[in-house]
């Protein structure tokens, strides 16, 4: 099994960052991607942006140049650095991961969620 954890939401003014983190963990033979959603109140949730294993980047047309996402492959671990804010980021932001686990000399890969961190900006 695998667990999915995000932190580094909160508060924030119009123009301001925040640094959103999400940490995978559990018996975990590789990880491909990595990446983010948001779902704001009525919408669909939408991808904001992930990364694949090699570094491999793909973004939102809405976030392109304000928001950078990293990840560090040795911790397990993806970064959401947001920067120029705007109310319109105001959201839940979920961590997603494909993971390949080995259980029972079975492998399997599949998506895991994490439990979702909101991120409020003001005007």
């Known amino acids: 099994q695998v667990q999915v954890a995000e932190s580094g939401g909160g508060l924030v003014q119009a123009g301001g960052s925040l640094r959103l983190s999400c940490v995978a963990s559990?018996?975990?033979?590789?990880?491909?991607?990595m990446g983010w959603y948001r779902q704001a109140p009525g919408n669909q949730r939408e991808l904001v942006a992930d990364?694949?294993?090699?570094?491999?980047?793909s973004y939102a047309d809405s976030v392109k140049g304000r928001l950078t996402i990293s990840r560090d492959n040795a911790k397990n671990t993806v970064y959401l650095q947001m920067n120029s804010l705007k109310p319109e980021d105001t959201a839940v932001y979920y961590c997603h991961v494909e993971a390949t686990t080995r259980r029972l000399g079975v492998q399997s890969t599949r998506s895991y969620w994490g439990q979702g961190t909101q991120a409020t900006v003001s005007s």
């Open positions: 990364i694949t294993s090699g570094g491999s980047t």
């Open positions: 559990g018996i975990i033979s590789g990880i491909n991607r």
